[in-house]
């Protein structure tokens, strides 16, 4: 395998200019990588994405964490109240039709503390996003409390985020990337933002594959269509910016199964900017989640891992636990009896549209809320434990993010 000389690697590094995103003690390592680095909104950063991972799995620590390293570090926006007792307390036991407004205002609430408590984590060093899933009932809410916050970048997935521009239009220093599958999609999104005098600052292109959580597919069946492969998105994404006479100007940004320094090199090899790390950054000790949630990540293996239809009505793939088991046992006969509900079960319209809730046949029956919440606390009886496909860079043990930055800035031994 040839690699370029560190003298080369300084070299070319120099020409970017590096700003304070990147701190010191990753400077040296990034120059030696042989890595390009990211640029994004104005900043030089490591070429590394930490995914966005609800329930509360990816707040604050996590994000915080991994931007003070001179990376993106992501927080999922999606019901951060349980990160916070007092706002917990404040919404346990409510009912009926004004407690909707009571757990969405703890939930922004709650947002505005995590944004607050990352930047002074992160002190100023690489960027700091939120992502928020286009399938929530409080989208609009999230993306903007996101903004008004200061966050640097608006990350959005589980749909096609349209109005993402409108809705940012008072903000236009923030970064707004859409998660994408496929070069249709990229086209789509590109095209309607460009009449919003607007284009995204980057692209997630995520690989229903092997991606974990909510996969950007019709159905279970399509999550492995040669469309989504990377040698294929990749290209295709990259022809039609250059079409639109956008090359250059929208870094690509690979996710979903990508664990090493060679994955980053391979996809900086098919034009691709960035990789974003999902599963790999949740079992890291700042992962907000309880310590026995990533310890079933870490242990698990693609075997143990199974494909569903989520509630939210998209493909998921997720960790094979008891609750799951018995979930699809029993998937048959919900189906058969699946009926519309007047209000959630918990009083918190969570998604716009919920199969449970609004009795969508092939949709999941079960409440995403509940589950997540669960596996947050390390349940193993009662949690859905989303994970993507491959081999973490530690096999089952538990590093910091800092050992997982310099792991994947490093190159393997020959």
Known sequence: MVRESPVRSVMMLAQF???DAVPELFSAPLARSGLKPLVLAGKTLLPIVQGGMGVGVSAHRLAGSVAACGAVGTISSVDLRRCHPDLMDRTRGLHGDAAKAVIDAANLEALQREI???????????????NVMRAVSSYAEHVRTALESGIDAVVVGAGLPLDLPDLAREHPKAALIPILSDARGVQLVVRKWERKQRVPDAIVLENPGWAGGHLGAAKVADTGDSRFDFERVIPETL????????????????????????????????????????TAFAVTEECDAAEAFKHVLADASDDDLVEFTSVAGLPARAVRTPWIQKYLAVL????????AKKRCAKSFDCLAQCGLRDGLVGWGQF???????????????SGLFFRGRGALPFGNQIRSVRALIEFLLTPALA
């Open 367 to 381: 409440c995403i809320d509940h589950q997540l919440a669960a596996a947050l606390r390390g349940d193993l009886k």
């Open 17 to 19: 200019a590096l700003p």
């Open 239 to 278: 022809a039609y910016l250059r079409s639109a006479g956008l090359e250059g100007q929208v870094p690509v940004i690979a996710a979903g199964g990508l664990r090493t320094h060679d994955d980053i090199r391979r996809m900086q090899s098919l034009g691709a900017a960035a990789v974003q790390f999902g």
């Open 116 to 130: 607050s408590a990352a930047k002074r984590i992160s002190a100023g060093c690489g960027l700091l996003a939120v």
């Open 332 to 339: 048959d006969k919900t189906q058969a009896s699946a009926h």
